[in-house]
Every structure is written in structure tokens, then in C-alpha cells.
């Protein structure tokens, strides 16, 4: 292994551990943490701006904003718990 492989898994080591820190003492919000990687990845020179994984973690996160901005959610579980049922003897 040559030593720039070494120092893109250090710095993803890094991003792991400010991300680690940052959800125990919530100095961001949550959801912020969690985004963190698409933006520190490419800066840091670990992961390519363009690349596709990177792209479909993006689009996962604006779907899944948009489905807490519509109750989308919350009408998905509810209805999931209609189909089911909600007695707990079953």
C-alpha cells in the first residue's frame, strides 16, 4: 500500500472521529453531522466531487427531508400499522 492510499484512509479516518464527536456532544444538529462527508470528502481529497455514490447520498438525503417536510412518514407508518394490525396478541 503506497502512502497516498494511506493518507486518503487517514482522512477518512479523521472525518469518522469529527463526526463521532460531533453526534456525542451535538454541536451540530444531527442531520448536519450526518452531511458532513459530502462536503469534507471532496475538500479533503478523499472522494471525487462528481463521483456517483457520492451523488446518491445526496439524493437519499433530500428525499428523505422531503419525506419529514410532507408527514410523508409518518402517513407510511400509519398506514403500514392499518395493514398489519395494532392488536399485540396476535
Excluded at 444531527?30 to 447520498?57: C, I, K, N, Q, R
Excluded at 428525499?63 to 392499518?82: G, V
Amino acid at each position: 500500500m503506497d502512502g497516498y492510499n494511506k493518507a486518503k484512509e487517514n482522512k477518512c479516518l479523521y472525518v469518522v472521529l469529527v463526526m463521532s464527536v460531533y453526534w456525542v456532544t451535538e454541536v451540530l444538529p444531527l442531520p448536519v453531522t450526518a452531511l458532513l462527508p459530502l462536503v469534507l470528502y471532496p475538500v479533503l481529497g478523499v472522494m471525487e466531487a462528481d463521483v456517483d455514490s457520492l451523488l446518491l447520498f445526496m439524493g437519499g438525503y433530500f428525499i428523505a427531508i422531503a419525506f419529514e417536510y410532507s408527514d410523508l412518514h409518518r402517513r407510511l407508518a400509519l398506514k403500514s400499522l392499518l395493514m398489519v394490525g395494532g392488536d399485540v396478541k396476535k
